[in-house]
């Protein structure tokens, strides 16, 4: 298998992680799609179907007795679809974003749901670029003035690109291809990426700074993240206001990773001189020529072009083919993107335990910026021990280690990552990945223990199995708690003073949501306690604010698991 982000995949032969074959006798394509993937399929003895622009009600009808279904982004494949196509083993997305496919549902349903993260790379990369350059040269506005008759030049002077420093934060495949471009035009380039390790960064002529640091001296800024909790708003009205007036930035990743309300205010108070947009919110955006952001004369805008190139389309055709041939004929193949334990042969009580470990890193991933004293987006990871104890999970040790990696990289890296792949890429990616048996004593027959360490500080976690289906977190750090691993979570560390938890709780009430459960942590000797309240739905970003607010409260977080 090949790993677009990180090259040759070497896939493990260890007998609990055979890979499936998966019985594919039948198609169907719903979007447009390059003739490559139809002949590949064919030639592999798949029948296909081509048929687009379906109802849902017309795919459900379709999908009857189709074993794999590829999509691109005209396709939304909801929990309908899915709960009412019992003959489905795979949705395919032919491209790397996969926000219209209901991934929890098929994964209810044990369906893989898998995309083609490395073909759109240069096509992405090269539009980025494109865009640097047209809000450098105010092109677009020059070229309708031209069009509609006139000759002005004053209006539209631009900037030269040659000794100003672009900030590009996330430096994946996508990201460093644009720093290689930019450097081709004597750009400064700085970066930063929670996960590369700042060797590889500089290997590639990127200095490596935190966001803190970037923000001040960037000229333009560019996106290339995952929209996740993490990066959504990532620049925003605070990320504004540390950026030197005259920042312009371009957004080809994902809507939402730059607050477009933020945008606009930083564009009518002269902080931001300009902008490019790729990718919205909202797609498409609702009444465009009404819309006051994509209507300022300082935004050049894009209807989603990224990975719109002949070559991009022909690659991940070609790749998507691939990868549900090799699924079929149960050899190994990447793209993976849900739950990663579906397929893999295994007792149901270690699937179990693996579930959990995929929580925990989750949970990893979303904790891992978050310091006693609030958020450090400076912090770098540099290992992860995963320890088994007990007689039910110490010969599983290495698998459970791959899941507490998928987990806590899913969320992190914008390819596919599961359990075939998980240690290898934290390995490439600098993080020493460490698997552990002890026998030592403990409170528990089975637990699970790890502990990650950032060039900043050391944090630990320990996890067991109640019973069937009953999975506990009952320690974080030095906290003893118990606490549900799924669903929404708010984590809370506040001072140890009467009435917090009280205060929180009745604003998590005003807000019409339910709290499911409390654990409260606390550790002699210190007036910080640790509380996690399992609420029933997304708490609105307004109570969340007033919880942040609350005297007393060190930090809130919403987690989803």
């Known amino acids: 298998g090949i790993n677009a982000e990180y090259g040759p995949v070497v896939f493990s032969t260890d007998s609990t992680m055979d890979v499936p074959q998966y019985d594919i006798k039948k198609v169907l394509i719903s979007d447009p799609i390059d003739q490559c993937c139809v002949d590949l399929l064919t030639k592999a003895g798949i029948a296909v179907e081509c048929k687009q622009r379906l109802t849902d009600e017309q795919l459900i009808e379709s999908l009857k007795g189709v074993d794999a279904l590829i999509v691109r982004s005209g396709t939304t494949v909801t929990a309908k679809i899915i ?19 209901d991934d929890k549902a098929a994964t209810k349903q044990g369906i893989i749901v898998m995309n083609t993260p490395g073909g759109n790379t240069i096509s992405a990369a090269e539009h980025t670029v494109a865009l640097v350059c047209a809000l450098a040269r105010k092109i677009p506005a020059a070229y309708s003035s031209f069009k509609a ?3 002005d030049r004053k209006t539209f002077m631009g900037v030269e690109l040659e000794g100003k420093t672009i900030g590009i934060l996330g430096l994946g495949r996508i990201g460093r291809e644009v720093a290689k471009r930019c450097q081709s035009f004597g750009m400064k380039t700085v970066g930063f990426d929670p996960l590369l390790p700042s060797e590889i960064a500089i290997k590639h002529g990127i200095d490596f700074l935190s966001l803190e640091e970037i923000w001040p001296i960037a ?70 020529l009404t819309n006051e952001l994509l209507q300022h004369p300082e935004v050049i805008i894009t209807p989603h072009l990224g990975a719109s190139t002949e070559e991009a389309q022909a690659k991940v055709a070609h790749e998507i083919a691939t990868q549900i ?42 904790l891992l910026f978050v310091s006693a004293d609030g958020f450090d987006s400076g912090a770098k990871l540099r290992s992860v021990t995963v320890t088994t104890n007990g007689d039910a999970i110490k010969a599983a040790n290495s698998l459970l280690t791959s899941g507490v990696m998928s987990g806590l990289l899913s969320d992190m890296c914008s390819e596919s990552v599961n359990l075939i792949n998980a240690n290898m890429i934290g390995e490439q990616l600098g993080i ?28 630990s976690y320990k996890a067991t199995l109640f019973g069937p289906d009953n999975p506990r977190i009952v320690q974080i750090d030095d906290y003893f708690l118990e606490i549900v691993p799924e669903g929404t979570l708010l984590f809370l560390r506040n001072k140890d003073k009467p009435g917090v938890c009280a205060k929180i709780g009745g604003l998590i009430a005003d807000a019409g949501v339910n709290i499911g459960f409390l654990s409260l942590g606390r550790t002699k000797g210190s007036d910080v306690a640790l509380s996690i309240f399992g609420i029933d739905s997304e708490l609105p970003s307004e109570t969340l604010k007033k919880i942040q607010e609350v005297e007393w409260v060190v930090y809130a977080k919403i987690v989803n698991l």
């Open 149 to 151: 008759g006139k000759w």
């Open 83 to 101: 709960e009412n196509s019992p003959s489905l083993k795979i949705i395919g997305r032919a491209g790397t974003g996969v926000d219209n496919i």
């Open 325 to 366: 041939i090799a699924a079929s004929q149960g050899k190994p193949f990447g793209g993976v993107v849900n739950a990663p334990y579906i397929g893999i042969t295994l007792k149901n009580e270690l699937v179990q335990w693996l579930k959990l470990a995929h929580s925990l890193g989750k949970l990893m991933a979303h």
């Open 219 to 288: 000229d333009f800024i560019t996106v290339h993240t995952p929209l996740t909790e993490e990066t959504r708003g990532l620049i925003g009205d605070k990320a504004f206001e540390k950026c030197k007036t005259g920042v312009r930035v371009i957004n080809c990743a994902r809507g939402g990773i730059i607050d477009e309300d933020a945008l606009l205010r930083a564009l009518k108070s002269k902080k931001c001189h300009g902008a490019a947009l790729d990718v919205f919110e909202t797609e498409p955006p609702a009444n465009i």
């Open 432 to 459: 020493s990945v460490n698997s552990v048996t002890s026998t030592a004593p403990t409170n528990y027959h089975n637990l699970l223990s790890v502990e990650y360490e950032t060039d900043k500080k050391k944090r």
